[in-house]
């Protein structure tokens, strides 16, 4: 026999679980999560090195004052274990457990029009019967494998970044590969150099990348903020990314190139990854000005690396700074002065396959005992493709987004009423702190659905129409931008054979709130409810 619930919320990852205490308050919830603990990304991704890049103080909740208060981080970017048993505090403090069901992924949604309800049934053979589904199911929690061929005649041992396994491995002895130089693959590269006999990079694209400048939490810093949570919290929803780094007001055209340098040695040391992109008010969005910051930081390469050869290998020149996810590293160009790491260019010679021993480019061969992929994710939309979810008169949700996913807002699709995504294609998704941005989104969808019952209504759904508008105001804003001159996870192209342009909105948080928010207190313009 099915089971009722109110809403199904998918997934255990921080918006999730925000979900879970927010929505559990007033309605009968229940929670899928594929992974055996909660966290999210911060529970799948446990290889060496994984740190967040956004300063804890505000990569956290702010729902609970007697919990940021109470929290201590350990350092500035806290690393993956601390943010895990956050996750897990977070889970028992407020008594989240009991809604959710873990090692249990949903396999199917199905919604039936006659009864305004949702069937979903699991990998674990649960069918639960629902009005409202919350899907928290990540922005980049789908991994890339490249399919090439041979796979199962190599000997050695194969771990993508998000299947790591729990107890680290004893690579002392062993010849390390890693494929892949994006956020995932330079965290993991120095350590992995350290711990290993040698390291192989393969690397398709170089990515741009500054210093962390990670430290231990200092007392000043930590008082800073819990002296001003609130305020902090509501400033940070100001901000375009969420985050509170220095906005620049001068555009690079403004300083002679004495004072660029000036401006760029300051953002370089500022401990953001994102300060490069804002050095000057018209890094995104002028070529020129952009260029400035890439020759700054290719320089910084060729001043760290000893090579030159390698160096320059390492000096992104074919798409502009921020265009792809700016990566934030420890010591990930020094580790190239190492005598046992070697930097493999499969631009110019890709990978063709799997030895028995390692494997194998268009001009050479390498042995390998350990293969980590870094080959990040199928992104934004790969998590929801997965899952095979029908709406009303049978409209798979995967035919509807073949050529591109569309959505109002970022959080309804037309055709799938009653369903919310939190951080869904079209939102700011990853160009917003998410934490933050993830719980101002479920707070959004909390209204929507008491605003329904009170009103007494039992079904809301989009328009296409409205998805055209929200789709002209997304390409709109990413029409200005230099993103579309790099192919990347932003659009898809990391992907082979993946359809659809620009999956994020990048016109800023404050403006995506204000657009979101005023659709639906103008009696839920672009929205029907029945
Ligand atoms: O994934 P990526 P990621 N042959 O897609 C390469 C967040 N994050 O896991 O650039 C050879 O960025 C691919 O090459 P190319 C953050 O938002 C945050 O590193 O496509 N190479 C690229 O080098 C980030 O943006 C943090 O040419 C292949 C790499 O694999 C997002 O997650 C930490 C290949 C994939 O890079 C994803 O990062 C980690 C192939 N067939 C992640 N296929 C922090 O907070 C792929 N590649 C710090």
Redesign the pocket.
């Known amino acids: 026999m099915p089971e009722h619930f109110d809403i199904v919320i998918i997934g255990a990852g921080f918006s999730g679980l925000y979900a879970v205490h927010k929505l559990g308050q007033k309605h009968n919830v229940v929670c899928f999560e594929a992974g055996d603990g909660v966290g999210g990304t911060w529970y799948w991704?446990r290889y060496p090195g994984?740190?967040?890049?956004?300063k804890s103080v505000e990569y956290s909740y702010g729902f609970d004052e007697n919990l940021q208060q109470e929290w201590k981080w350990p350092e500035y970017f806290s690393a993956q274990p601390d943010l895990e048993r956050y996750a897990n505090h977070v889970a028992d403090r407020f008594d989240l457990r009991k809604d959710i069901r873990l090692s249990n992924p949903v396999k199917s949604l199905y919604f039936d029009k006659d009864t305004n309800r949702w069937h979903i049934k699991t990998a674990k053979g649960d069918h639960v019967i629902c009005q409202h589904i919350v899907a928290a199911t990540g922005a980049?929690s789908a991994p890339?494998m490249?399919n090439?061929p041979g796979r199962e005649d190599f000997k050695g041992e194969i771990f993508h970044?998000t299947q790591w396994p729990e107890e680290q491995p004893d690579l002392s002895d062993k010849r390390v590969g890693i494929?892949?130089?994006?956020?995932?693959?330079?965290?993991a590269a120095p350590i992995l150099a350290e711990q290993s006999k040698n390291l192989t990079v393969?690397?398709?694209?170089p990515?741009f990348s500054m210093p962390s400048g990670n430290k231990p939490t200092d007392e000043a810093h930590e008082r800073d903020w819990k002296d001003n949570y609130p305020q902090r919290r509501k400033e940070l929803l100001e901000t375009y990314g969420v985050s509170l780094i220095d906005y620049p007001t001068k555009s690079a055209h403004d300083y002679t190139p004495e004072e660029q340098v000036e401006v760029l040695e300051e953002g370089w040391t500022s401990k953001s990854?994102f300060q490069m992109m804002v050095a000057f008010t018209d890094v995104m969005t002028d070529p020129a000005a952009n260029e400035v910051v890439c020759e700054f930081v290719r320089n910084k390469i060729r001043a760290t690396v000893d090579n030159p050869k390698t160096a320059e290998l390492l000096c992104p020149k074919t798409y502009p700074i921020g265009a792809?996810?700016l990566?934030?590293d420890n010591g990930y160009y020094e580790m190239y002065n190492r005598d046992n790491v070697t930097l493999v260019d499969?631009?110019s010679a890709?990978?063709t396959g799997f030895t028995e021993t390692g494997l194998k480019t268009t001009d050479s061969e390498y042995d390998i005992d350990v293969l980590v992929m870094?080959?990040?994710?199928d992104?934004v939309t790969g998590a929801l493709s997965r899952i095979d979810i029908t709406g009303v008169d049978g409209m798979k949700l995967s035919e509807k987004w073949q050529d591109g996913p569309t959505t109002a807002f970022g959080f309804m699709v037309a055709g799938f009423p009653n369903f919310f995504m939190i951080h869904g294609p079209l939102s700011p998704a990853?160009f917003a702190q998410m934490i933050t941005a993830g719980e101002w989104q479920v707070d959004f969808v909390s209204g929507i659905i008491d605003e329904l019952k009170e009103d007494g209504y039992s079904r809301i759904d989009t328009t296409e129409e409205a998805e055209q508008n929200w789709a002209a105001e997304v390409n709109g804003a990413a029409q200005h931008t230099v993103h579309h001159l790099a192919?990347?996870?932003y659009n898809g192209?990391?992907i082979?054979g993946k359809k659809g342009g620009f999956v994020i909105y990048v016109g800023g948080f404050p403006r995506y709130c204000e657009l979101s928010t005023a659709a639906v207190q103008n009696n839920y313009e672009g929205f029907i409810r029945t």
């Open positions: 991704n994984a740190r967040v890049d956004i980049l890339n490249p090439w970044t494929i892949g130089t994006g956020s995932t693959g330079i965290q393969f690397q398709r694209t990515a990854a792809k996810r990566c934030i499969v631009k890709p990978i870094a080959t990040g994710f992104a990853a192919d990347s996870w192209k990391n082979e």
